[in-house]
């Protein structure tokens, strides 16, 4: 087959993996949306078996007594996820399917090009989503986060489609400075410290969200299959941790590179300022959790305004800003 016919397939493999992750989605809303009636039809009973309680032991001795309110729905919080539901298996498994779909896609469109299929931003986005789902089916082999499929299959079939529509390109020779082992090893790590970042990202705002139903603040009858808010912070941190650690070697491993293509380590471009931006951001988020204190949605906030900085770096400095870069859509 010819360079052409291959990366036709690979983008046919990518339509079939966002359409999995589609369904994937829809069968994860349905589960919370099934998950929520279910807290709602037991509140009733819990209610009534309280009042059937307090009416029994009034009338064994005598007296009247009242009783006692029932708590809110945010008191029922779990600190530990409930056991995985049907649907919530069923949106795992196409998850996984979508995955080696997605896989599939960018082995083709490597094979296609003869090179590491990450050299625009279209590529990168590529497998870059594909990280994400990666990271996400990681994590759950030590720690059960499939209450984050809708968030992980929505957030990656909008990012896929978005790059497939907008930023696709034909397979092109790669310009000089980007023919060098660095463009494996830099951009890689990037798009892993990028994966990482996600899932975290998405667990800051289980944990906003849980935080405010705990405080009775908020309905959202879902989130009682949710871990508590505290669980959600630390396995957050831990998830960024890592992010971190990726990330930092992506900006050094980014200033090697720039050296040996443009003779000097850094340079200001925008595109080494804002990837400087997101590491003190991440850096000051780890910094503060573990000295400062900073817990609960202090903490929460600087992780998704860190995730926020990735995208913004990803997409408006990539499209907007001219720099070093530009010519790489990198």
């Known amino acids: 087959m010819t360079p052409t016919t291959i990366a036709a397939y690979s983008l046919l493999a990518v339509y079939s993996a966002a359409a999995v992750y589609v369904i994937a989605f829809i069968v994860s809303v349905v589960d919370l949306a099934r998950r929520s009636s279910e807290v709602l039809a037991a509140q009733p009973l819990a209610a009534s078996a309280g009042s059937v309680s307090a009416a029994g032991a009034s009338a064994s001795s005598g007296t009247t007594v009242a009783a006692p309110p029932r708590p809110p729905a945010a008191a029922s919080a779990t600190a530990v996820a409930s056991?995985?539901?049907?649907?919530?298996?069923?949106?795992?498994?196409?998850?996984?399917?979508?995955?080696?779909?997605?896989?599939?896609?960018?082995?083709?469109?490597?094979?296609?090009?003869?090179?590491?299929?990450?050299?625009?931003?279209?590529?990168?986005?590529?497998?870059?989503?594909?990280?994400?789902?990666?990271?996400?089916?990681?994590?759950?082999?030590?720690?059960?986060?499939?209450?984050?499929?809708?968030?992980?299959?929505?957030?990656?079939?909008?990012?896929?489609?978005?790059?497939?529509?907008?930023?696709?390109?034909?397979?092109?020779?790669?310009?000089?400075?980007?023919?060098?082992?660095?463009?494996?090893?830099?951009?890689?790590?990037?798009?892993?410290?990028?994966?990482?970042?996600?899932?975290?990202?998405?667990?800051?705002?289980?944990?906003?969200?849980?935080?405010?139903?705990?405080?009775?603040?908020?309905?959202?009858?879902?989130?009682?299959?949710?871990?508590?808010?505290?669980?959600?912070?630390?396995?957050?941190?831990?998830?960024?941790?890592?992010?971190?650690?990726?990330?930092?070697?992506?900006?050094?491993?980014?200033?090697?590179?720039?050296?040996?293509?443009?003779?000097?380590?850094?340079?200001?471009?925008?595109?080494?300022?804002?990837?400087?931006i997101i590491w003190v951001v991440y850096a000051g988020y780890i910094h503060a959790r573990a000295t400062r204190g900073w817990r609960g949605s202090r903490s929460a906030w600087l992780a998704i305004v860190g995730f926020t900085a990735v995208l913004f770096n990803f997409t408006i400095v990539n499209l907007f800003f001219k720099g070093f870069h530009a010519y790489s859509g990198l």
């Open 83 to 276: 056991p995985a539901s049907r649907l919530q298996r069923v949106a795992f498994a196409l998850t996984v399917l979508g995955f080696v779909i997605h896989v599939a896609a960018i082995v083709l469109r490597g094979v296609a090009a003869s090179r590491a299929p990450w050299a625009n931003m279209f590529e990168f986005a590529l497998t870059g989503t594909a990280v994400i789902v990666g990271v996400y089916l990681l994590v759950s082999i030590w720690r059960d986060v499939r209450y984050l499929s809708a968030y992980i299959t929505g957030l990656v079939t909008l990012l896929l489609m978005l790059a497939t529509m907008n930023v696709y390109v034909d397979i092109v020779p790669l310009p000089p400075a980007l023919q060098s082992a660095w463009l494996v090893v830099h951009v890689f790590v990037a798009i892993l410290g990028t994966g990482f970042f996600a899932l975290g990202a998405g667990l800051s705002i289980a944990q906003l969200l849980q935080a405010r139903r705990e405080a009775g603040s908020s309905s959202l009858r879902f989130l009682g299959g949710f871990p508590g808010s505290e669980t959600l912070e630390n396995l957050a941190y831990r998830v960024n941790v890592i992010g971190f650690a990726f990330w930092t070697f992506t900006l050094i491993a980014g200033a090697i590179w720039a050296e040996h293509a443009w003779g000097r380590y850094w340079g200001w471009d925008t595109k080494e300022v804002w990837t400087f």
